[in-house]
């Protein structure tokens, strides 16, 4: 069977978006991800004697563009994952699929979280909750005989995810590889962590349990993106890299045994990271971790239900800046009984704690997320349109009954100018550290123009 699969993630960037917005401290990773989940179901199809192509709507010009490509490819199934601000093109990419005869196969975040409204979509022929790498060659396997396939189908969970084939890139993402020179790795699946607006919903999709990866599994792809496009770079996108201690020592310790001489980023939490792990980041390689702080005020932590302090957060955050490496710290607000104290003392704790940069995050109660359904059984929502459910849309209108957001937008402001003052700091700092490193930036930025001009993301 001949399956498109469609990476539809564009609802803050848009088409025409690849590679091709920038600030000078840190890059939209948006616009230039590898789908990981993609490139793993894709493997799993190929293994299956399945013939697989990819689209990506941050390559395309438009939705005319996705239709010729779907007509020039010819493929018997479309399909994508979508989280929930994206469910509107991954409506709409279904239904030119099946205006073209084609058929249309979803999963992913939102459809795990709440099925029954993902049935409700006509454009939807198939819907996969949970992990697909079991279940959909099973579904393009059941069409290949002759027979049809249920619509909905829960997907069986992978008890070992070492035993998948290492993801599929194709041609598209290879070239993104080689463009941004950055590899694109999952060590684990799942978080430990037990935050009101995240959980359970990873639990939904990946299991009751974290699902790590074996470490030679993990070294065979390290190995895969050095030796064949020469990559020095990665980014490991687990949710949470830090879960098991000795697990991330074994690396480390493999990584300088080895000499790999490699830089990676990572993302972390505050309650599963100490000074040991600290100095083994640092010292093989790791430059930048995603800290997940979320808030300078010990109420709103408890609200979170995040397991730290204010006083933990800089801890941690101090310990990490005195390696010399890259901080980059997360600020969540919009969470009902938030105060303006509250929000002050996020502000002074980005201030006293100087990250390269931080995310100014407003929360977005997901489909099956502890808040979403608390904010339903209490009458808390002011609409049920999923359409409003992305953080932009929230920040402008609201969603949630009893959190102010108007206070919440004046204080934009200051983080914003907070945001130049230390993007400022930032780019002094590496004049001087490193001047051959903001050359490098300028020149991401007019590569991504240039690649624009010349016309070469329709070809990537």
Same mark, same amino acid.
């Given at each position: 069977m001949k399956v498109v699969l469609c990476h539809v993630g564009i609802r803050n960037i848009g088409f025409n978006s690849f590679y091709n917005k920038f600030d000078l401290s840190f890059n939209n990773i948006d616009t230039y991800l590898v789908p990981n989940g993609i490139c793993y179901l894709g493997a799993a199809l190929r293994n299956s004697n399945h013939e697989v192509h990819y689209l990506d709507l941050r390559m395309m010009s438009g939705w005319d563009e996705v239709e010729d490509r779907l007509k020039e490819i010819k493929p018997q199934m479309v399909g994508c994952g979508f989280q929930t601000p994206n469910l509107e093109f991954?409506? &709409?990419?279904?239904?030119?699929?099946?205006?073209?005869?084609?058929?249309?196969?979803?999963?992913?975040?939102h459809v795990t979280s709440v099925p029954n409204d993902s049935l409700t979509y006509q454009e939807f022929d198939h819907i996969v909750a949970g992990e697909g790498e079991i279940t959909l060659p099973i579904i393009c396997d059941i069409y290949d005989k002759g027979e049809k396939p249920s619509r909905?189908?829960? #997907?069986?969970?992978?008890s070992d995810i070492s035993s998948l084939s290492l993801p599929y890139l194709s041609p598209i993402y290879e070239n993104v590889v080689k463009l941004k020179k950055c590899g694109f790795i999952v060590t684990s699946r799942g978080c430990p962590g037990r935050c009101l607006f995240c959980q359970p919903v990873l639990k939904k999709i990946y299991g009751p349990k974290i699902k790590f990866r074996e470490l030679d599994h993990v070294f065979k792809e390290l190995d895969y993106y050095i030796i064949n496009y020469?990559?020095? &770079?990665?980014?490991?996108? !687990?949710?949470?890299?830090?879960?098991?201690? &000795?697990?991330?020592?074994?690396?480390?310790?493999?990584?300088? !045994? #080895?000499?790999?001489?490699?830089? +990676?980023?990572?993302?972390?939490?505050v309650d599963f990271f100490d000074e040991t792990l600290d100095i083994q980041l640092a010292s093989s390689g790791c430059n930048l971790i995603s800290f997940g702080f979320e808030s300078g005020s010990n109420n709103k932590l408890k609200l979170l239900r995040k397991n730290t302090t204010r006083e933990r957060n800089l801890e941690v955050?101090?310990?990490?800046? &005195? @390696? #010399?490496?890259?901080?980059?710290?997360?600020?969540?607000?919009?969470?009902?009984?938030?105060?303006?104290s509250d929000i002050e003392q996020d502000y002074s704790?980005?201030?006293?704690? @100087?990250? !390269?940069?931080? +995310?100014?995050?407003?929360?977005?109660?997901?489909?099956?997320?502890? +808040?979403?359904?608390m904010f339903i059984k209490n009458n808390e929502l002011m609409s049920n349109d999923f359409a409003l459910y992305e953080m932009n849309v929230i920040k402008k209108i609201g969603l949630i009954k009893g959190v102010d957001y108007d206070m919440i937008r004046k204080w934009e402001d200051k983080f914003e100018n907070l945001r130049k003052k230390l993007s400022r700091k930032a780019n002094i700092s590496m004049i001087i550290k490193n001047p051959r490193g903001l050359v490098g930036k300028l020149m991401d930025v007019k590569l991504g123009v240039l690649f624009e001009q010349l016309g070469m993301k329709k070809s990537i």
């Open positions: 991954a409506i &709409k990419l279904c239904k030119i699929a099946k205006k073209l005869g084609m058929i249309t196969i979803v999963g992913g975040p909905f189908y829960q #997907g069986e969970f992978v020469g990559i020095r &770079k990665f980014f490991f996108m !687990d949710d949470m890299f830090t879960t098991n201690k &000795k697990r991330v020592e074994e690396f480390t310790n493999r990584l300088k !045994d #080895g000499k790999y001489d490699i830089k +990676y980023d990572i993302n972390a939490r955050g101090k310990l990490w800046k &005195k @390696q #010399g490496k890259l901080l980059l710290a997360n600020i969540l607000v919009g969470i009902p009984g938030e105060t303006e704790f980005i201030e006293e704690l @100087q990250p !390269d940069a931080f +995310y100014f995050n407003w929360m977005v109660p997901y489909p099956g997320t502890e +808040y979403y359904d």
